[in-house]
């Protein structure tokens, strides 16, 4: 049975004042979708084992929220990777392997997916060039966020022009991570140090993703905000690979985080 309930996206303060002339955004919910069961809402995963058509369904409605037609819809076979591609108007619905994608092709919606890891919308409204990346701890440790930065300059983008908004994502006080996690952050940089707390299981730490992810977009010389939203412990609203996990569910959805160029 087909939920009647349109999908309601949270807005980024930071990008509907900087960039809503320009471009259209959301970072979407379970609110709004046809899946059930444990994919209940709006499930845009087509690597989850949710009913295809379901899924089919909710990335259609997120496109016409967008007052786009379904196949202007853009996503990537997310690996955890640094790669970014660029989507313009020969855009043919294929779904390369990759972590993040920038377009300066109004009317066309990028998209991408998470279940814990960051999702993190950028614009520069002066340049009208938009870009979406997926960071989880390898895409933030290993280069997606800087990668997509350059990829919007190409573009014609200026990093000081960029905004960049992180949306619901995994908080550090529901992050537990082993040692050889930490010792990885640690030989890259002493100084990512700050980003783990000790834990209450002997050897492990609290890893703050988010802080990692914000650091790096201003490293880099643009302005990012982080909505401080956990994906976690709000079952309601969003999907949790973590939550799933702990609970030996067999599978998860994943919710989308979109933007747009607008015409």
Known sequence: MQDKALPSPIESPLLAKGAGYAAQHGFFTRAGGVSEGI????????????????????????????????????????????????????????????????????????????????????????????????????GALYGVLENTIAAMEALGAKRENILASLGPSIGR?????????????????????????????????????PGLTTQRLSDAGVTAENLDICTYPDEDRFYSYRRTTHRQEPDYGRQISAIMIRA
């Open 39 to 138: 994919y209940r809402g709006l499930n845009v995963g087509l690597g989850s084992k949710d009913a295809r058509g379901n899924v089919e369904e909710n990335r259609a409605r997120v496109a016409r929220w967008f007052a786009a037609a379904p196949e202007r819809l853009a996503t990537v076979h997310q690996v955890h990777s640094p790669d970014v591609i660029v989507v313009d108007d020969s855009y043919d619905g294929a779904r390369p392997q990759a972590d993040a994608l920038v377009s300066a092709t109004p009317g066309i919606v990028l998209g991408v997916l998470a279940a814990d890891c960051g999702p993190i919308l950028f614009c520069d409204p002066q340049a009208r060039v938009v870009g979406a990346a997926h960071a989880g701890w390898k």
């Open 173 to 209: 006080e529901n992050y537990e991570v082993g040692p050889e996690f930490v010792e990885r952050f640690l030989a890259v940089d002493k100084a990512y140090e700050r980003y783990f707390t000790p834990s209450q299981k002997a050897g492990h730490a609290m890893f703050d993703l």
